[in-house]
């Protein structure tokens, strides 16, 4: 009896000791953009395959440097906190500002950066927006710093963030806003070069690696290709080497970093249906489609390990895009390669939730 008794001590420390060990030092993040553009509304999400929701987008006012928040958004921006959280009260909600919208407003990010007092419009701006409409944290999403002087300014622009949302804090008596970046994922898209990672890693409490849209079909319109692939054997560019990239060079822990899902997938059309494969012959690119669109063809789905890519093709129409396999297969790798989450652009395009569960359950606790 006794006996088994000092077994039971030393099992559960040993247990101790084991969660000690393995026990991740940050919770993770399943995240998730909703675009106002979409048309799925706020109160069709179900935010219980999410820890964090993003909402997208405010605006940046050319003219005072501002955050704004277009009329037609505001009822769903002002209310998303509490929507989301009637449903799931833990899931965390951030506004997104900005957006993949082109050399324009690159341009008007940058001119905002260049100077301290345009800096301070867009960053008192900011919280107050966040602040008015309850939203816990604030996303930046220029895209993309592309010069040298714009690595310097955007430097600048999430020190002075970073500052400003602890002071606020301390003013407010409430937690501070999370700050976060969707970032470029790969030097195929934009050079990485001109993120400043050391300030980045200082400053922000996460970064969104957008590690997709590597492989297009109007990049590539003559070869079908692994849109977003994890591994590339064929060449240099994969989600893999993107996020080691923000590790090792730009020095970003990886332990910041969110591994970027791409809900949507590219077609081609064959120039010989029987050749279906990866980098089959193409005739033509035919752009971005939506999975829940992918999933209507009712077309024959391929997984392959290699790339960790699906694909899909009926008579000469293919698809490159990541299905359930791929999702899952990419977030086991990303928690294993020391990831602190993923997150998926956007979740309007899912089928059913389908690819959102898949990739909360990939994840695990
Ligand atoms: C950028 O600013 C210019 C004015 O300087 C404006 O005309 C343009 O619409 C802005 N672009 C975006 C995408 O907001
Ligand atoms: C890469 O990430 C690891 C784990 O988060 C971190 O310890 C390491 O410092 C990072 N590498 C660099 C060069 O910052």
């Given at each position: 009896m006794a006996n088994s008794k000092n077994n039971l001590i030393l099992v559960s420390t040993l247990l101790m000791l084991l969660q000690l060990h393995f026990t991740p030092s940050k919770a993770a993040i399943k995240g998730g953009y909703w675009y106002s553009e979409s048309g799925l509304a706020v109160s069709n999400i179900n935010p219980s395959h999410f820890t964090h929701l993003f909402c997208a987008f405010a605006h940046l006012d050319p003219n005072t440097n501002k955050v704004t928040i277009s009329s037609s958004d505001s009822s769903q921006f002002s209310t998303f906190t509490q929507t989301l959280q009637?449903?799931?009260p833990s899931v965390k909600t951030l506004l997104s500002i900005g957006g993949g919208f082109g050399p324009s407003l690159a341009a008007n990010f940058s001119r905002m950066a260049r100077q301290a007092n345009t800096r301070k419009s867009f960053i008192d701006s900011s919280i107050q927006q966040a602040r008015s409409n309850n939203f816990l944290g604030l996303d930046?999403?220029?895209?993309?710093?592309?010069?040298?002087t714009d690595k310097t300014n955007f430097a600048s622009l999430i020190k002075e963030w970073k500052e400003a949302v602890t002071k606020e804090s301390r003013t407010s008596g409430k937690a501070p806003l999370f700050l976060s970046a969707a970032v470029a994922g790969s030097d195929q898209i934009t050079p990485l070069k001109y993120y400043p990672g050391k300030d980045v890693a200082n400053n922000l409490d996460f970064v969104n690696v957008m590690a997709y849209d590597l492989f297009t079909s109007e990049g590539y319109p003559t070869v079908t290709q692994p849109p977003a692939p994890w591994n590339n054997p064929r060449g240099q560019f994969s989600a893999e080497q993107g996020v080691t990239e923000w590790n090792k060079t730009l020095g970003v822990p990886l332990n910041k970093l969110n591994l970027g899902l791409p809900f949507y997938g590219y077609k081609w059309s064959l120039s010989d249906s029987n050749k279906n494969g990866l980098f089959a012959p193409a005739k033509q690119g035919l752009g971005a489609v939506k999975y829940k669109d992918i999933k209507n063809v009712a077309a024959q789905v391929v997984f392959d390990s290699t790339y960790v890519t699906n694909y899909c093709f009926k008579g000469t129409d293919w698809f490159g895009y990541d299905d359930t396999q791929?999702?899952?297969?990419?977030?086991?790798?990303?928690?294993?390669?020391?990831?602190?989450?993923?997150?998926?652009?956007?979740?309007?395009?899912?089928?059913?939730?389908?690819l959102s569960q898949a990739a909360s359950q990939a994840w695990g606790m």
């Open positions: 009637a449903k799931n930046l999403d220029w895209e993309y710093p592309s010069s040298d791929s999702i899952s297969a990419k977030v086991v790798n990303a928690k294993q390669k020391g990831l602190v989450g993923y997150f998926a652009w956007h979740i309007e395009q899912d089928s059913n939730w389908a």
